[in-house]
Nanobody
């Protein structure tokens, strides 16, 4: 089993930046495709960004393109989400997730992920 722990959330004003981190236990992190999801009150959990095991392929939800960057450091068993130009609509609980990789794929659906962190709250005020 893999344990994922997120950090870096907080309360910021619109236009500010945050960097979320997700650190995995164990020694198999490099074999996992990773993703960041978010869930706002009354809404379904949805993908923000995804990255394959090597970090060479990424995906971003349209609304965060150009503002958010997903990256990973396999030596540190950590995946990051750099969030710039934050907007009130970015307010949500952000979850880190992982799934054993299949080739060089990344994954976009919550049901495809098997490891989940507990979430970290990001609140953006106007």
């Amino acid at each position: 089993q893999v344990q994922l722990v997120e950090s870096g959330g907080g309360l910021v004003q619109a236009g500010a930046s945050l960097r979320l981190s997700c650190t995995a236990s164990g020694r198999t992190f490099s074999s996992l495709a990773m993703g960041w999801f978010r869930q706002a009150p009354g809404k379904e959990r949805s993908l923000v960004a995804a990255i394959n095991w090597s970090g060479g392929m990424t995906y971003y939800e349209y609304s965060v393109k150009g503002r958010f960057t997903i990256s990973r450091d396999n030596a540190k068993n950590t995946v990051f989400l750099q969030m710039n130009s934050l907007k009130p609509e970015d307010t949500a609980v952000y979850y880190c997730a992982g799934v054993p990789a299949s080739g060089y794929d990344y994954y976009t659906l919550p049901a495809e992920y098997v490891y989940w962190g507990q979430g970290t709250q990001v609140t953006v005020s106007s």
